[in-house]
């Protein structure tokens, strides 16, 4: 089997740029999860 042939710089330009994309997007919702379940822990702590 042959190896793929190399990106070219606008392939390699657009995967960085969809990585990166991808990337803030599972750290928006890892970061949104984390503060839901705070806010849900200072609701119970507080007797809510």
Not at 10 to 18: A, G, K, V, Y
Not at 39 to 47: D, E, H, N, T, Y
């Amino acid at each position: 089997m042959q190896p793929p042939p190399p990106l070219t710089r606008e392939q390699s330009e657009d995967l960085r740029r969809r990585r990166r994309g991808r990337n803030l997007l599972l750290f928006s919702a890892l970061l949104a999860l984390a503060l839901l379940f705070y806010a849900m822990s200072m609701v119970k702590l507080r007797g809510g």
